[in-house]
């Protein structure tokens, strides 16, 4: 009785999977919140038997490695040990990824705005020139930031002079 056979074991991973993917689906429905916190990170760390189960990475949108943490006691402990000093650095790649979908999605709706402006391909040249570097210089902008992420991802760029470039970029 004080046993788990393999079904309940079985439903009980496809539970906490489902609410994983639910709570992680939730938090990135809005724009507000899709952004993760490090101090929530390291608490669920510390709660889910110091990483062994995993439940930091579930809660960063790392479902496949969340399962294999738990199925593995994180690893046999070695990758949970790991989580604990790369943890604050998994959550800010997280959040710069979710800047740059943002900054994705608004340039292809401004491209998009700028598409249905001028619906008739035959327009004045200097509409089209305008329309063409408006949109490279979003391009370039994306391209910057990715550029500044892997360059903050290297640790070459600290969050701080990142945040200060991207605030030039974006400005």
Request: charged content about 15%; some cysteine; overall charge neutral.
């Amino acid at each position: 009785m004080g046993r788990l056979g393999v079904q309940e074991f079985v439903v009980l991973i496809a539970v906490l999977a489902g609410i994983a993917y639910l709570v992680n689906k939730n938090s990135s429905s809005s724009e507000n919140s899709s952004t993760k916190s490090s101090s929530v990170a390291y608490l669920l760390w510390l709660l889910s038997c110091f990483g062994i189960l995993g439940f930091h990475r579930f809660y960063l949108g790392k479902i496949g490695t969340g399962l294999l943490w738990f199925f593995t006691g994180g690893l046999l402990g070695f990758g949970a040990f790991f989580d604990l000093f790369t943890l604050g650095g998994q959550v800010d790649r997280y959040n710069t990824n979710v800047e740059l979908k943002t900054i994705r999605a608004t340039t292809l709706s401004n491209s998009q705005q700028i598409n249905s402006t001028f619906p008739n391909p035959v327009q004045p040249i200097q509409e089209g020139v305008d329309t063409i570097s408006a949109t490279k210089s979003h391009q370039e902008k994306i391209e910057l930031l990715q550029n500044l992420k892997d360059l903050l991802d290297k640790g070459i760029l600290s969050q701080d002079e990142f945040n200060q470039q991207k605030a030039q970029v974006l400005g």
